[in-house]
């Protein structure tokens, strides 16, 4: 069904596109410019539409494909709601069947977008029978284009069209053009230890001898997603450097990020196998510690978003998307005849960004948050990515669903973002300490080759938040909000077994796997109900403050107080016999791990160290339960260490409101110090 995008052509091959129904009572010049104006009906009959539809009118194709679509899903649903009973469902697809209906068109061009409404309504007396909307794009070089602001999705990501745009819309993003006024400027940077010399494509070369020369490089983001067939060693290192290496042996990814960054016409590109001597532990430590530089300092970072492996390559084409539907269109004032292509589903099919290889992995969030500028090879299109966020190159219309985090604010590639900056201000620090904290949602997720990376996998970033908070940073957590980036949690259907090894103190965010959020964005200095009297940690390797530990600990002062918990349903009671587990639950307790949580319905006895306590929360005048008026208390849980007796691991996090039963405990409980591992 439907036809392909395609470019303006003469009116006789336009009007071929429709039937001659259609051409009579919508594309022809006079109807189609009152139509564009305002909105218009025709009346027509299902079997018109049938007719027409099998000969190769793509107007009446689309609206069979509109009607038939919005009726067989209403049958699926059965009753709803909003779309009557299964008896109106069937009668109005007897309507279609025997009677006329009356079509309403109308199109509407807002935010950079044209659509187009559809209304099906019975000619005889008005009965709404479906609505559609859809969305309208025209050819750079069709006339509809200067009335039609979208372009069709760009697909030959190899051609040299796509790659002319991409230097179009990148040189507009340096230049600071209209939208790009927060983004940064390029300036030179030193070349990183190692980078590959693409000036010929064909063979490829490893240079090291780097010392003074700033040059602008490319560098690329991508999922090994297997085991490297290249990479740079101690033993063919020189070998790289000397006669450069095989093509006939190199990924495809690798091959096609060499074709791109000799389209830009620049000399040199970055990869991490290639660039940093994988049989090396001290050189990937430096290298790992460089991750920052080398994606803020890079001219453009290529991400391979769609490629699962490094074998596949990024550069073959993208998928029509199905259907498409190109129609007549006439220009408003001189009536010239153009083409404009219909796409039914384009908005009921966003694309999902966070499907994307990439977008799943660890080490790949570093690299694109850390990249002042990228061109993303998506599954669907190109697109570009910079402080104003990310664009379809070619003006396509980007209906992009991504939940996680997409670029850093545009403070982090400010002028002497690389250091000697003024302190922060409060407002700022709560500020980007809660953009910290979406980091670690979006990030804590993603899967890791290796589990004992989870601390160096965002090592780069928290070198760039470090350099702004100018704060102590312990196993992922900051000093000067420490008692706030304590209170991290799993998601409630995300608890999984521990990493099985060592990767930080069990009061670190790290020391998990899954996904990990923070339900407190920022704790204020008088919420504290709890003081941090030391925090240490004992680093893997001491050229990576930012990387992965061996031990740590942690001392604080507090007053502990004691509850049952029901670890397999997050539920926290009183103790017996001053309370019942029959009773409800206080608040929620949290397991950290799998291995944590009990048997169904099993209740145990659990420490709890409140860090913080917050104010009721406001009822904005409807009917709440009393304990939803009173202040909350946070704080983790904790179980005697199984390493040293005198000391405790935390095993979850807490939230409890501060009932009179609660703030009685609270205050019977002395204050003492506990160590925790």
Not at 320 to 328: E, K, S
Not at 557 to 565: D, N, P, S, T, V
Not at 637 to 658: E, H, N, Q, W
Request: hydrophobic share 35%; proline share 6%; aromatic share 8%.
């Amino acid at each position: 069904m439907g036809c392909p995008l395609s470019k303006p052509e003469s009116p006789a091959i336009l009007n071929n596109w429709v039937c001659l129904f259609c051409r009579e009572h919508l594309f022809n010049h006079d109807v189609f410019q009152q139509t564009w104006q305002k909105r218009t009906s025709y009346i027509t009959s299902w079997s018109q539409i049938q007719q027409s539809s099998g000969k190769g009118c793509q107007w009446c194709d689309l609206i069979f494909s509109q009607v038939d679509l919005a009726l067989r899903t209403r049958r699926d649903q059965g009753q709803t709601e909003y779309q009557g009973t299964r008896e109106s469902i069937e009668r109005g697809a007897d309507i279609l069947s025997q009677e006329t209906i009356e079509i309403g068109v109308s199109f509407r061009t807002d935010d950079g977008q044209t659509l187009l409404f559809l209304q099906y309504e019975n000619a005889s007396d008005g009965e709404a029978l479906a609505m559609s909307c859809i969305s309208v794009c025209a050819s750079s070089d069709s006339e509809a284009s200067k009335f039609i602001p979208t372009r069709p999705l760009v697909r030959q990501m190899s051609s040299k069209d796509t790659m002319q745009l991409a230097l179009s819309t990148l040189d507009e993003c340096l230049q600071g053009v209209e939208s790009h006024s927060t983004c940064p400027r390029y300036t030179k940077s030193a070349l990183p230890t190692r980078v590959i010399d693409c000036s010929d494509p064909e063979k490829p070369r490893l240079k090291m001898d780097v010392d003074g020369i700033e040059e602008p490089y490319v560098a690329l983001s991508y999922v090994w997603g297997e085991s490297q067939p290249q990479k740079t060693t101690t033993q063919n290192m020189a070998q790289y450097v000397g006669s450069g290496w095989n093509m006939d042996q190199t990924p495809q990814t690798i091959k096609d990020a060499v074709r791109v960054t000799h389209a830009l016409r620049l000399r040199y590109l970055w990869v991490d196998a290639y660039c940093i001597i994988q049989d090396s532990a001290d050189d990937k430590a430096r290298e790992i510690r460089n991750m920052r530089r080398i994606f803020q300092g890079a001219y453009l970072t290529i991400i391979a978003a769609k490629t699962p492996k490094v074998t596949a390559g990024f550069l073959g084409d993208c998928p029509r998307p199905q259907p498409a539907f190109t129609v007549p269109f006439y220009c408003p004032g001189d009536g010239r005849p153009a083409a404009m292509t219909l796409l039914p589903r384009a908005l009921g099919s966003r694309y999902e960004a966070d499907k994307e290889p990439t977008n799943a992995r660890g080490w790949c969030l570093e690299e694109r948050i850390l990249s002042p500028r990228a061109l993303i090879y998506a599954s669907n299109t190109l697109q570009y990515l910079c402080q104003r966020g990310s664009v379809n190159v070619g003006s396509s219309a980007n209906l992009t669903r991504m939940s996680g985090i997409d670029r850093l604010p545009s403070r982090f590639f400010a002028p002497g973002a690389g250091g000697d900056l003024e302190p922060l201000d409060e407002s700022t620090t709560r500020e980007l300490t809660k953009v910290w904290h979406k980091v670690l949602q979006d990030f804590t997720p993603r899967g890791l080759t290796a589990p004992q990376d989870r601390l160096k996998a965002i090592a780069g970033v928290a070198d760039a938040f470090h350099i702004r908070f100018q704060s102590r940073y312990v196993a992922g957590l900051w000093g000067h909000h420490l008692l706030g980036d304590l209170l991290w949690t799993k998601a409630s259907a995300d608890t999984h077994p521990g990493p099985g090894v060592y990767r930080a103190p069990s009061w670190s965010w790290a020391s998990v796997d899954g996904a990990v959020y923070n339900p407190w964005p920022f704790v204020e200095p008088d919420q504290a109900c709890c003081a941090i009297l030391d925090c240490q940690v004992d680093l893997a390797h001491e050229g990576l403050p930012y990387g992965a530990l061996t031990g740590g600990h942690l001392i604080a002062r507090g007053r502990m107080i004691k509850f049952l918990w029901n670890s397999s349903r997050h539920f926290l009671y009183m103790l017996e016999p001053a309370g019942s587990k029959d009773e409800p639950a206080l608040g929620a307790g949290d397991p950290d791990r799998l291995e944590d949580v009990r048997g169904d319905g099993e209740v145990v006895e659990v420490r709890a160290l409140p860090l913080v306590q917050r104010p009721p929360k406001p009822t904005l005048g409807s009917p709440r339960e009393e304990r939803q008026k009173l202040p909350s208390l946070s704080g983790i849980l904790l179980d005697i260490s199984d390493t040293r007796r005198d000391c405790y691991r935390r095993v979850g996090f807490f939230s409890v409101s501060l009932t009179s039963e609660v703030a009685k405990l609270l205050a019977d409980s002395a204050e003492q110090t506990v160590t925790v591992l």
